[in-house]
């Protein structure tokens, strides 16, 4: 299982990746139907657009936001995770395929599935012959468990997840390979290195979502002679078919092939373009009018063009059969406090619910193209999730208000009630949701009081539980997306009681529930990420069935890319466009 603690890295990769897309008004109702009969358009949400083995020019990638990080131990932003599997390689991938299928991991660097035994707790992972770093060096079993030990170096190399961490110290303590006493910097006992092409990990308890872990880029091969700590990021030494040339912080990056990438060792990445460029923009507005003009090919943050650029796709059929509106991963939601009176009430925070009114809501994050109608807790893509799990009725766009005055009344309540609602202030489709609840809720009896906080304060704020009950927040508004394509990966972090902390928390509901608690446990326990899906399912339906969530939308970006490019589509484990296969059209 995961601890608690993970939660807090979770936060600020939420902060740091919600670059949340420009609020407007309804889009027409042609673009809302997503111009069923415009050829090409969205496209490569489903499928593959373009599709080719052409090799050769320049993939031009910007950003509005520069990287995190370069090295693999520290990146966290989801766009840059999709930039390594340019360069580095791990023992397994999510498969480059488009929609569901890319959700599945598959072999990478190891030569086929992890052996488990020992009732699940022990991971044994062969590693393939023939892989190589980018030196022509060959990469063994010691150079995994040499870059997984350097993401226990928080003091040095802090910034990534640190799941590897809750699952492998086990009570040593372990202090990275920095500090380690071992003449070879191999210490850490809970990983053993039998042979250079065997690999064993050896876990505290069974856990089915182990695997995820050893896809993350936290668990790529590092040589240890080459690892120059902090400044690692700048170079880091690539397994992949491109190397890093050059790399500026709030510039960009250069990368060229690796000669020594075998493609035959390779079942993921294409290795396409000869050179592939990546630059930081403090103008969105310039890099969308570069991206529609096809100076550049692709906006790599994924979060999608700013709102005059998507009026100018919408209304025009040329710009539109390029442009792409997927689900990120994403749910925007509103969560209910039950140490707030009187949300302890399971029926006040139906009457909520019930007044909502869907369609407002989604209006308000910028219309039909910036999600989904929200139905549950559980986005598409995610195993056990259920797009048309309904229980509240929300994908009918309608308030119900006889269902929510019922609900007044049955809560003790039918006169309505006063409470706060808490939103981010650098949020701006989150103010126009809360604005949206606050008045639907208002035609029912319920006064609402929204306070705008500090976004860049919110684990203090609404991460903290005293402060929540202290202020009054009944209702808050937030989003979320998974470090990892998991039922726990998603939902844990929000629902499970172990997770409750007292700042930086995200269980905002305080729900501790024995039975939900439970499932996550079975789900741990389960063989597979497959055996473990329909605890999540569950797990879903009775969050759902306690009225703590009113969900907004299934989060979407309106996305454009270059119509030179190639084998484009869209990742479902990651929300972007696959960077492993894309090419450019000569």
């Given at each position: 299982m995961i601890r608690r603690k993970q939660a807090l890295a979770i936060t600020a990769v939420i902060a740091a990746l919600s670059l949340t897309a420009a609020c407007g008004g309804d889009d027409t109702k042609k673009a809302a139907d997503g111009d069923k009969g415009d050829k090409g358009y969205s496209g490569a949400a489903t499928g593959v657009v373009n599709a080719s083995d052409a090799k050769g020019g320049e993939?031009?990638?910007?950003?509005?936001?520069?990287?995190?990080?370069?090295?693999?131990?520290?990146?966290?932003?989801?766009?840059?995770?999709?930039?390594?599997?340019?360069?580095?390689?791990?023992?397994?991938?999510?498969?480059?395929?488009?929609?569901?299928?890319?959700t599945k991991l598959v072999p990478d660097l190891a030569d086929?599935?992890?052996?488990?035994s020992n009732d699940g707790k022990t991971y044994t992972v062969k590693i393939k012959d023939g892989v190589k770093f980018e030196d022509g060096a060959p990469v063994t079993s010691k150079d995994f468990k040499y870059g997984i030990e350097r993401v226990f170096a928080q003091d040095v190399l802090a910034g990534g997840p640190t799941y590897l961490?809750?699952?492998?110290?086990?009570?040593?303590?372990?202090?990275?390979?920095?500090k380690d006493t071992d003449p070879d910097k191999m210490g850490l006992k809970s990983v053993q290195t039998p042979d250079d092409h065997t690999i064993v990990f050896n876990l505290a308890s069974a856990n089915s979502d182990f695997k995820?872990?050893?896809?993350?880029?936290?668990?790529?091969?590092?040589?240890?002679?080459?690892?120059?700590?902090?400044?690692?990021?700048?170079k880091p030494v690539s397994t992949g078919p491109y190397k890093v040339e050059s790399f500026a912080s709030g510039k960009g990056a250069t990368f060229v092939r690796n000669e020594n990438w075998d493609p035959k060792t390779d079942t993921v990445r294409?290795?396409?373009?000869?050179?592939?460029t990546f630059t930081v923009t403090t103008n969105p507005d310039d890099m969308d009018q570069r991206l529609l003009s096809g100076d550049i090919d692709l906006a790599v943050d994924g979060t999608?063009?700013?709102?005059?650029?998507k009026n100018k796709i919408l209304k025009?059929?040329?710009?539109?059969?390029?442009?792409?509106n997927p689900f990120t991963g994403y749910i925007r939601y509103f969560a209910f406090p039950q140490t707030v009176a009187p949300f302890d009430n399971i029926e006040c925070r139906k009457a909520v619910i019930y007044a909502a009114d869907p369609k407002s809501l989604q209006n308000a994050r910028g219309g039909p193209t910036s999600g989904d109608l929200g139905a549950n807790m559980l986005p598409p893509g995610v195993p056990g999730a259920d797009k048309s799990y309904d229980p509240w009725n929300l994908t009918a766009g309608k308030p119900q208000e006889d269902k929510a005055k019922a609900a007044l009344k049955a809560c003790g309540k039918p006169d309505g009630f006063e409470t706060t609602i808490a939103v981010r202030n650098n949020k701006a489709p989150e103010v126009k949701s809360a604005e949206s609840l606050q008045a639907a809720l208002a035609k029912v009896g319920i006064k609402a009081t929204i306070d705008q906080?500090?976004?860049?304060?919110?684990?203090?704020?609404?991460?903290?539980?005293?402060?929540?009950?202290?202020?009054?927040?009944?209702?808050?508004?937030?989003?979320?997306?998974?470090?990892?394509?998991?039922g726990a990966g998603f939902l844990q972090p929000l629902v499970d009681g172990s997770f409750i902390a007292q700042t930086g928390n995200n269980n905002y509901t305080m729900l501790d529930d024995p039975e939900v608690n439970g499932l996550f446990d079975k789900a741990a326990a389960a063989a597979t990420p497959e055996a473990a899906a329909p605890f999540y399912t569950d797990i879903n339906k009775k969050v759902m069935e306690k009225a703590l969530y009113l969900p907004i939308n299934f989060d979407k970006a309106l996305v454009y890319h270059n119509p030179r490019l190639t084998n484009v589509y869209f990742n479902d484990s990651m929300g972007k466009i696959d960077l492993a296969v894309v090419g450019v059209a000569k």
């Open positions: 993939l031009k990638l910007w950003s509005p936001q520069d990287v995190d990080f370069l090295d693999p131990a520290r990146a966290y932003y989801g766009f840059v995770w999709n930039m390594q599997r340019l360069f580095i390689r791990q023992l397994y991938a999510y498969d480059s395929k488009p929609g569901a299928a890319g086929g599935e992890p052996v488990l961490i809750d699952q492998l110290d086990q009570g040593q303590k372990y202090p990275g390979p920095y995820y872990l050893l896809a993350m880029p936290s668990s790529s091969p590092v040589p240890a002679g080459k690892d120059s700590g902090a400044t690692y990021t700048n294409k290795g396409l373009p000869d050179k592939v999608g063009v700013q709102q005059a650029a025009d059929a040329n710009l539109k059969k390029n442009a792409d906080y500090d976004g860049k304060l919110s684990s203090s704020t609404i991460g903290s539980p005293e402060n929540v009950k202290k202020k009054n927040y009944g209702i808050i508004v937030m989003g979320w997306g998974a470090d990892y394509n998991s």
